[in-house]
């Protein structure tokens, strides 16, 4: 599809010790962090199992149907170097690099080397991308090995093209929608070729026909891997995409029409708005009305047509299918296509604005803040460094608790009951018993002050982070929405909760937005103690 033998392509060994080191420096301060969220309650404990027993299929949580690319390398990166966070989150990194190398790559390719320079910066440090660079999940891996794939696509080399985006499939199985989506461009691009050239005979059209059937295949193969995959699971399992809870939560509880309607603006914006990339497609949208600049050699090259309805065909495809699917509207799974927006928008910058290096810097910049300011709408803990103020909160808190309560019963919700509990987490030496509960919302904390035997501390923490001032704070219907679609709950902080549980608050830090509270509980026969005898 292209041919631009001209581009002098750098050695991947090289880009990606580079690419590596930058990242590892700048991820010093976070190498050290247990484990967050997701990464706790599934990924990281998926891989130990692998690890620990050599089996696939994960024991000690319920098995998600993800497939196990990157466990499995989890898993050998630990037989290798021992089980760590710092181990853990170092693989991760050279996952990311691998990535940024891929996103270099193909912007050279499909452009120059200015655009490339310039889409790998503001992809390293766009929040989403850094701050998943060292968390084990599996989003950013596939998104990495879309771009290789992609690079292979636009280089006319089926077999190359078939390889990657298995490889992507077997890191997350939404990555099957990129190859999907271009087999759909490849199909109506040949409907279209064919209907300005009916009549197209000899050996150069016999030729072009036969790269359009590679192709084609090429784009289908990665559905062989995921099927033997997804046999596999069901053969150990009885399940197909996963336990049934996964399934409801995932699929069978986003099909409303409002629900998809919702998250499809909602999934636009992380493409086009999320943590200041409304700088970037705005800027490109403004240059558009600009005429293309000159160089010696004439108006300056644009990305091929073809190229840049390929790459909207992928984007468009991850829209649609995220906002039909995915119980949490998370920003990680567009990771696979914000870097192709950012490419797409640096080279009509450079073809059609004088300064725009200058527009370039200035979006970075904002990308850079917006790892360290909270945007004025709420969004996910893990899109920047806000993951890195709930650790810390996490860890103080349980220190604390592990240190007078070590013996006690605490009542608290996920995923602080699997930090609690599991002590390869990183946040306590020895399991400590729990009382788990779904959320801190009211309901949920009356209905277990009623059995308040049944534990002896509580520890409650905000599960989202929110600005003192959200956009669409006061309209009380995308509160509702947000309540009915997706899962939304309002926490009780901690001086709440502790009234409500009837017991004392002993222990309470604010970060960032964030917050968490150690609840001593005042049993009941001390209750009517204290009421009897108020001046004891």
């Known amino acids: 599809m292209i041919a631009d033998t001209d581009s002098r392509l750098r050695p991947i060994a090289l880009l990606l010790s580079l690419f590596f080191l930058v990242l590892f420096v700048l991820h010093i301060p976070l190498l050290r962090l247990p484990y967050f969220w997701d990464e706790a309650g599934y990924y990281v404990p998926a891989a130990r199992d692998l690890l620990l027993t050599g089996s696939l299929i994960p024991h000690s949580t319920i098995s998600n149907a993800h497939p196990p690319l990157v466990m499995a390398f989890l898993a050998l990166t630990w037989k290798v170097a021992g089980y760590a966070p710092v181990v853990t989150r170092t693989a991760m990194l050279l996952i990311a690099a691998f990535s940024l190398v891929g996103v270099f790559r193909l912007a050279e390719r499909i452009a120059n080397e200015e655009v490339a320079t310039a889409s790998l910066l503001c992809t390293a440090v766009y929040p989403v991308f850094f701050a998943q660079s060292s968390l084990a999940h599996l989003d950013l891996a596939a998104a990495g090995l879309t771009f290789w794939g992609l690079l292979a696509y636009v280089e006319d080399r089926p077999a190359g093209t078939a390889l990657w985006f298995s490889l992507a ?198 990308f850079v803040a917006g790892l360290f300011i909270n945007p004025p709408y709420g969004f996910s803990m893990e899109d920047n460094l806000a993951y890195r103020d709930y650790i810390r909160l996490h860890q103080r808190a349980e220190d604390f608790v592990q240190a007078r309560y070590a013996t006690s019963r605490v009542l608290t919700a996920w995923p602080a009951s699997d930090e609690l509990t599991r002590p390869y987490l990183g946040y306590v030496t020895r399991p400590i018993r729990v009382f788990r509960i779904e959320d801190f919302s009211a309901e949920q904390l009356f209905a277990a002050a009623d059995l308040r035997s049944g534990y002896d501390i509580a520890v409650v923490f905000s599960t989202k982070c929110e600005p003192p001032h959200a956009w669409f704070e006061r309209w009380q219907r995308w509160q509702q929405w947000k309540t009915q679609f997706f899962g939304y709950r309002r926490d009780m902080p901690p001086a709440a909760a502790a009234q409500i549980l009837g017991g004392q608050l002993v222990y309470s830090e604010r970060r960032g937005g964030q917050w968490v509270g150690v609840i001593q509980i005042e049993k009941l026969e001390e209750a009517r103690k204290n009421a009897r005898n108020p001046l004891e």
């Open 169 to 366: 499939v077997l890191a997350k199985e939404t990555a099957i929608l990129a190859p999907l989506a271009l087999l759909v461009w490849e199909l109506a691009g040949k409907r279209l070729r064919h209907a300005a050239n009916p009549v197209s005979r000899g050996s150069k059209a016999e030729n072009e026909r036969a790269l359009e059937t590679q192709r084609s295949v090429a784009l289908l193969f990665p559905l062989i891997p995921l099927l033997a995959w997804y046999t596999y699971h069901y053969l150990r399992t009885g399940f197909v995409f996963g336990n049934p809870e996964f399934f409801r939560y995932n699929v069978q509880t986003t099909l409303h029409p409002l629900r998809i309607l919702l998250a499809l603006g909602l999934r636009l914006w992380q493409v086009l708005g999320y943590f200041g990339i409304y700088l970037l497609t705005l800027a490109t949208l403004f240059a558009m009305w600009l005429v293309p600049l000159q160089d010696q050699d004439g108006e300056r090259r644009r990305i091929a047509i073809e190229v840049q309805i390929a790459f909207l065909a992928v984007i468009a495809a991850y829209v649609l299918a995220m906002a039909v699917v995915g119980g949490a509207v998370l920003a990680r799974y567009m990771l696979p296509v914000v870097p192709l927006v950012v490419i797409i928008c640096i080279s009509t910058l450079r073809r059609r604005v004088r300064y725009w290096r200058a527009v370039v810097t200035i979006v970075a910049l904002a």
